[in-house]
């Protein structure tokens, strides 16, 4: 299941500071190891939250992506993004 | 034999300390957690129990226990850089007691996992870090699964931290215990009911009130009877975390909060009992 590869990609993004740093610089090249498929690639690589938390990814995982600013994403445009979703 | 000196319920908001530092000790934030840490030292206690619902770090989706008991010498945290340059501290711990612990809630019928080796986030440590003198007390943390679905009934909790606390009654050591549980009642961390511009909100703040008017009336059994998992997770992605509490009031039964704060703006509180 790569949507739990993506959860696990949030992590290293806190844990690992030379993989956040390439999450910021060339998250294409980064992401490229965790296998995942065509539509989470490009949801990741564009930020998409919202399509990210529809397919299961992690919406607490996925807070780091903002926090670290990987993959063009802010804490404002994650919280629009965010936002978006139907609750 | 041991003896449970003291309870209590406390937030662990990751920017907490940070925060305190900046508005000094006497923000509310500061006065709150200072009002614990003062009963706790009063209470002398030779070790803590903590009971807290990890984010992620000690366990991860691929691994989650419901229940599971901390067994060693000690451990570190927090571990997910908490905003403002908290402290990582070397935790102390008392594996035997742990151990202990741990064999009797099995054999009672508990399905509890044991790690060692481990690690803890702000969600162990922020309390810990106000309200555990220099890091000094042994801390045995205790996690329940309170965030991922399906999380366990509040009655489960409830009646666990009762095996826990018998099974302490029963410790051949002369030892003063301390019980903590942390967390909050209403709170939405990065999901999309988060405020505008923020990262987190609090959805339900009624709900946060109606948790402090049965544990202000000593009416744990109508809490139970309401903490479902719906209702719980209505009040926010990590609104489960209020089992923490749920485990701790086992151990306060039949007796009055020394005190309760509330902080509802944050969807959390502060409550302490003196049971000695």
């Keep these: ?87 | 034999m041991a003896k449970i000196v003291a309870a209590y319920g406390l937030p662990h908001t990751p920017f907490y300390p940070s925060q305190v530092i900046e508005e000094g000790p006497s923000s509310p934030t500061g006065q709150m957690f200072a009002r614990a840490r003062e009963s706790l030292i009063a209470a002398k206690p030779d070790v803590i129990v903590e009971f807290d619902t990890d984010h992620y770090n000690t366990f991860f989706f691929d691994n989650f226990p419901i229940l599971a008991i901390g067994i060693d010498e000690k451990f570190k945290g927090p571990i997910d850089e908490p905003r403002g340059g908290m402290p990582v501290y070397d935790v102390p711990s008392d594996p035997k007691l742990a151990e202990y612990l741990h064999m009797h809630t099995v054999r009672a019928g508990y399905d509890v996992a044991s790690l060692r080796e481990f690690v803890a986030d702000h969600s162990l440590m922020v309390p810990l870090h106000f309200v555990n003198p220099d890091m000094k007390i042994p801390v045995i943390p205790v996690f329940i699964s309170g965030h991922l679905p399906p999380l366990p009934p509040a009655q489960r909790c409830y009646d666990f931290g009762r095996e826990i606390r018998k099974a302490l009654e029963v410790y051949p050591e002369d030892l003063r215990v301390a019980i903590i549980g942390t967390g909050s009642f209403s709170l939405e961390v990065f999901g999309p009911r988060i405020d505008p511009g923020k990262t987190d909100a609090v959805p339900d703040p009624e709900w946060g009130h109606e948790v402090c008017d049965h544990i202000d009336a000593g009416d744990i059994k109508g809490l139970i009877a309401k903490a479902t998992e719906d209702r719980m997770h209505a009040a926010g992605n990590v609104g489960g975390e209020l089992l923490n509490w749920i485990a701790m009031f086992a151990f306060t039964e039949g007796h009055k909060p020394e005190f309760l704060l509330r902080q509802m703006e944050q969807g959390h509180g502060y409550g302490g009992w003196r049971l000695d």
């Design chain 1, 1 to 87: 299941m790569s949507v739990n590869a993506i959860n696990r990609l949030c992590r290293e993004v806190l844990r690992d500071h030379v993989f956040r740093a390439a999450m910021k610089d060339n998250p294409a090249k980064a992401i490229e190891p965790y296998g995942l498929t065509p539509d989470e690639r490009k949801a990741l690589l564009a930020g998409d939250v919202a399509a990210l938390h529809h397919m299961g990814v992690n919406d607490f995982m996925m807070g780091y992506l903002a926090r670290f600013g990987s993959c063009g994403l802010s804490v404002p445009l994650y919280n629009e993004r965010i936002r978006s979703v139907p609750h």
